[in-house]
Structure formats: structure tokens, C-alpha cells
């Protein structure tokens, strides 16, 4: 496991205490987007994003994908460690805070973002560097709440800052192509931590 500048004290503290149960907070199951679209990933190295205890970056491993997951919680990525040993994949695994996390230009033939909320600018910034970081023919994939799902309640930040439209991805990912892109509403059920029907933005988009 690697190590990079730790995040935010209080926010990475509100990670870990959410990763400390025996079950998995968001469950072992990969999200639905990403199962949906995983065949359209060109086969090769994935960075998943804020993956917390693993689930995506796992499924991924299972389909013979070389996967990175990086996340600011040192319990979350444990588990995850715990999860790709269950399954016997291999997986690389770095705790890193994102604001400080380089993604290395034309390095990833998928990076993967399944609710990576993140404050605006940070979250631009990032987007910019996922834009930089694929490789031609690479694929982003990303799930997120939109400001509707505060009428929900299911999942997903308190504000709706921090959450995200089309609109507004469309700008930040200047540079790809859209094969997805979409709000719509759906029933979400991973573990406890997104449990019903909800609000989304979803982007499947290739790097040209």
C-alpha cells in the first residue's frame, strides 16, 4: 500500500469512522453503472477514484482489468485490500488525498469516478487531469448524485454543492467524447449507505 499526503483531518476521520463496521458500508457489489459499461472499457490499467472499501475496483480486477484504487481513507483501502484477497485478484491499492494525487497524462485506458463528490473546484481540477490522463481510445465512467437527490434523502452529500449536473460535466470534461450522458432518476442499493430510489448523473466518455 502507498502512502501520499494525508487528507483533510476532519474529513478523512468521517471516512474511516464510516469503514469501521465489520460489513461493508456501500456493500461488496460493484455499482450498476459500472457493470453496465464495463464492457465497453478498453482492457488495460483503471484508476477508480475515491474508491473507499473497493467494490468497483474488485469487480473490475475479476474481469481481468490491472487496477489501481485510490482513496483518502486507510481503513477503506484495507478493506478493499481484505476484498481483493477474498476474491484472489490482484489490486494496487494508494491512500492518497485527490487534491494532492497526480494522475500521470496519457497513463490510464479507464479511470472509473462512482460518487467522488468533491467541493467545485477541486472537482474541476481533477476532472481536468482525469481528461489529461487517459490515453487515446481510454474511457472515464462516472455516477453522482445531482441536486435533485436532496428530495430523496437515499444517499449522497448534505448540499448540493457538491453534487453534479450534465451541464456542468460537459464543461469540466472538455476534451472527451460522449457516448453517455444523462440524469435520470433510479433505485440504488449498496449496502447501507445508498439504499433506494435517487437522483443521478451518468457519463460514459471516451478520450479521442
Given at each position: 500500500m502507498?502512502?501520499?499526503?494525508?487528507?483533510t483531518?476532519?474529513?478523512?476521520?468521517?471516512?474511516?469512522?464510516?469503514?469501521?463496521?465489520?460489513?461493508?458500508?456501500?456493500?461488496?457489489?460493484?455499482?450498476?453503472?459500472?457493470?453496465?459499461?464495463?464492457?465497453?472499457?478498453?482492457?488495460?490499467?483503471?484508476?477508480?477514484?475515491?474508491?473507499?472499501?473497493?467494490?468497483?475496483?474488485?469487480?473490475l480486477?475479476?474481469?481481468?482489468?490491472?487496477?489501481?484504487?485510490?482513496?483518502a481513507?486507510?481503513?477503506?483501502?484495507?478493506?478493499?485490500?481484505?476484498?481483493?484477497?477474498?476474491?484472489?485478484?490482484?489490486?494496487?491499492?494508494?491512500?492518497?488525498?485527490?487534491a494532492?494525487?497526480?494522475?500521470?497524462?496519457?497513463?490510464?485506458?479507464?479511470?472509473?469516478s462512482?460518487?467522488?463528490?468533491?467541493?467545485?473546484?477541486?472537482?474541476?481540477?481533477?476532472?481536468?487531469?482525469v481528461?489529461?490522463g487517459?490515453?487515446?481510445g481510454?474511457?472515464?465512467?462516472?455516477?453522482?448524485y445531482?441536486?435533485a437527490?436532496?428530495?430523496?434523502?437515499?444517499?449522497?452529500?448534505?448540499?448540493?454543492d457538491?453534487?453534479?449536473?450534465?451541464?456542468t460535466?460537459?464543461?469540466?470534461?472538455?476534451?472527451?467524447?460522449?457516448?453517455?450522458?444523462?440524469?435520470?432518476?433510479?433505485?440504488?442499493?449498496?449496502?447501507i449507505?445508498?439504499?433506494?430510489?435517487?437522483?443521478?448523473?451518468?457519463?460514459?466518455?471516451?478520450?479521442?
Amino acid at each position: 500500500m502507498r502512502r501520499f499526503p494525508p487528507a483533510t483531518t476532519q474529513v478523512n476521520a468521517m471516512w474511516d469512522d464510516r469503514y469501521n463496521r465489520p460489513d461493508y458500508f456501500y456493500g461488496k457489489q460493484p455499482n450498476d453503472f459500472v457493470r453496465q459499461v464495463c464492457p465497453q472499457i478498453p482492457r488495460g490499467k483503471i484508476l477508480c477514484l475515491a474508491e473507499g472499501e473497493g467494490r468497483n475496483a474488485v469487480y473490475l480486477a475479476q474481469q481481468g482489468y490491472r487496477v489501481t484504487a485510490v482513496d483518502a481513507s486507510e481503513v477503506g483501502i484495507a478493506k478493499a485490500q481484505r476484498l481483493a484477497a477474498e476474491h484472489g485478484v490482484p489490486l494496487q491499492t494508494l491512500v492518497a488525498d485527490l487534491a494532492e494525487f497526480e494522475i500521470q497524462p496519457q497513463s490510464w485506458d479507464g479511470i472509473v469516478s462512482i460518487f467522488c463528490h468533491l467541493p467545485p473546484p477541486l472537482r474541476a481540477q481533477i476532472h481536468q487531469r482525469v481528461v489529461e490522463g487517459l490515453r487515446p481510445g481510454g474511457v472515464f465512467v462516472l455516477e453522482a448524485y445531482t441536486p435533485a437527490q436532496l428530495t430523496f434523502k437515499t444517499g449522497g452529500p448534505p448540499t448540493a454543492d457538491l453534487m453534479m449536473d450534465w451541464p456542468t460535466l460537459q464543461q469540466e470534461l472538455a476534451g472527451l467524447t460522449f457516448k453517455i450522458g444523462q440524469e435520470l432518476e433510479r433505485d440504488i442499493h449498496e449496502g447501507i449507505g445508498h439504499r433506494g430510489r435517487s437522483a443521478v448523473v451518468q457519463v460514459l466518455a471516451v478520450k479521442p
